[in-house]
């Protein structure tokens, strides 16, 4: 790992995903988590602060970026839930089957190098009655945004740690094992290639 990955990425990302309309989507999402629940792509532990401790029971967080773990521990401290912070790949989720009744997934996807294998084996931990919750931003349905960004993903994946701006959500969910339920749209404010977001809630598919 290069020095920008290890030092300046990272706060680069927490401030990037920690901006107004972005801690919207959050906290929006996050409150309707219940349960046993996994978040993929902890990062810094925004969302943390957004789990209902009277609904949420504990929270198993994984993120394979070990250098972003000491604030998200430090956000954890503060929230009165139990939660485990493990520098994991999402590919292979040290957990029984059927175990999570809720997932949490938000600005993750985009990053995951291989995304069906891992949202294969969120479909796997998660329990038939459970529910993925996600907010992604990815391709956007306007023509011109999108041939924008098909050309600046090459470019941007290094500056922002792997992240894909063109990355059509629903296809990946629907190859993935879910079916998404709750499903909005929308561009937040900023440059449409960054900012079209996906947003809601997916169950495995039968």
């Known amino acids: 790992m290069?020095?920008?990955?290890?030092?300046?990425?990272?706060?680069?990302?927490?401030?990037?995903?920690?901006?107004?309309?972005?801690?919207?989507?959050?906290?929006?999402?996050?409150?309707?988590?219940?349960?046993?629940?996994?978040?993929?792509g902890l990062g810094s532990g925004l969302n943390l602060a957004f789990y209902d401790p009277e609904k949420v029971s504990s929270i198993v967080g994984v993120d394979p970026a070990a250098q972003m773990q000491p604030l998200a521990r430090t956000r954890a401290a503060s929230i009165g839930i139990p939660v485990e912070v493990l520098a994991?790949?999402?590919?292979?989720?040290?957990?029984?089957?059927?175990?999570?009744?809720?997932?949490?997934?938000?600005?993750?996807?985009?990053?995951?190098?291989?995304?069906?294998?891992?949202?294969?084996?969120?479909?796997?931990?998660?329990?038939?009655?459970?529910?993925?919750?996600f907010c992604e931003h990815g391709l956007a349905p306007d023509p011109s945004v999108a041939r924008f960004q098909h050309r600046l993903t090459p470019f941007w994946k290094p500056m922002a740690g792997g992240c894909h701006l063109n990355r059509d959500i629903p296809a990946l969910l629907r190859a993935g094992g879910f079916v998404a339920e709750d499903f909005t749209t929308k561009y937040l404010p900023g440059p449409k290639p960054m900012t079209y977001i996906y947003s809601g809630s997916a169950r495995q598919a039968i």
């Open 2 to 40: 290069n020095p920008y990955e290890r030092y300046v990425l990272p706060k680069l990302i927490d401030i990037a995903c920690s901006t107004g309309n972005v801690m919207k989507a959050r906290a929006s999402l996050v409150p309707q988590a219940v349960g046993e629940v996994l978040e993929v």
């Open 88 to 133: 994991v790949d999402v590919h292979g989720i040290d957990a029984q089957t059927d175990r999570f009744d809720t997932i949490v997934m938000t600005f993750t996807l985009c990053s995951i190098k291989d995304p069906l294998p891992a949202l294969r084996e969120m479909a796997r931990v998660l329990k038939p009655s459970g529910r993925l919750l």
